[in-house]
């Protein structure tokens, strides 16, 4: 069998590997960079501008890119010696000068929705969002983007270019590799909760099913029917998870928000996005826990 025949296929609804990100997030930046100093290249006459607070601007976004850079190279394989011989300083300085951008990186990487709730004029507000850094939350729409810049580039300089110059070179996960990720992503919510949020763990093993069952259309024999057998119980998994979601909810609702607070301090010790903390609803009278995703109490509770 040849090694194109032992291929993964890879879908559509695939994230791409963290490689493709990196490559991606490298990518925007290098565009925002290059129509930022083309700016430069016109010479209006009568046109007042500061080329100095400019070109300060320039290099803080060339430092960004530097950063983006880096992370592409760490994703590779890199380590800090390697990185700080192709930087003339050592692999401490290396470390210590991007440390805090590997961080964010892999932080955002391993849960780059995360979801959190203000109270602000209006009431009750939430707010989900996603870490990932340079257009890679939307990573189809930016590299189809992306795709087009590079083309009128090159077709206004008289080069010839591939069709999708960009998207064309990122890759998807196959089945196997989202399943290592999947797997990497369970364990980093078990280290961040004592008692992880019920529906964080619906949702991965949900996603889990779905893999297996592909790796099971895939195969065959024994590994065909071993995978089978897992996305059954990825599946019972998920669903007792969303029956304690449920639970939850349903116990929230009969709760104070002190006997909430209680209950939440006993299960869920560890933080998440900072301490404990629950949000007034002055429409409804209820509370709101960040962290277990839930109403507090009915609607007449403190009525």
Known sequence: MSMEDKTEPTYEDAPYTELALAQLALAATAQELAD???????VWRGWHRRPVEDAARFVRRAQEFLDRAVIVEKVSGASWEDIGDTLEITRQSAHAKFRQV???????VKRPIVTDEIYGIGGLQTRTYNRMPAGTATPDETAAYLDKWAIAHAQADG??????????????MDALTELLTLHNRTAAVLDEFAAPPPHLLAEIYEREAV?????????????????????AEARERAATHRAQDAHTKSIAET?????????HER??????WGPYRVFPDLATARDWCAHCNVWIGTETSRS
């Open 102 to 108: 590997a961080e964010e990186w892999e932080a955002a």
């Open 211 to 231: 893999l297996l069952d592909r790796v099971a259309a895939g195969g065959s024999g024994r590994s065909a029917r071993d995978a089978k057998k897992r996305a």
């Open 36 to 42: 930022f100093l083309m700016e430069f290249v016109v």
């Open 255 to 263: 709760q104070t928000p002190d006997q909430h607070a209680i209950e």
């Open 267 to 272: 299960r869920w010790p560890k933080e998440i």
């Open 159 to 172: 080069r010839d270019i591939e069709e999708r110059p960009v998207s064309g070179g990122l890759v998807r």
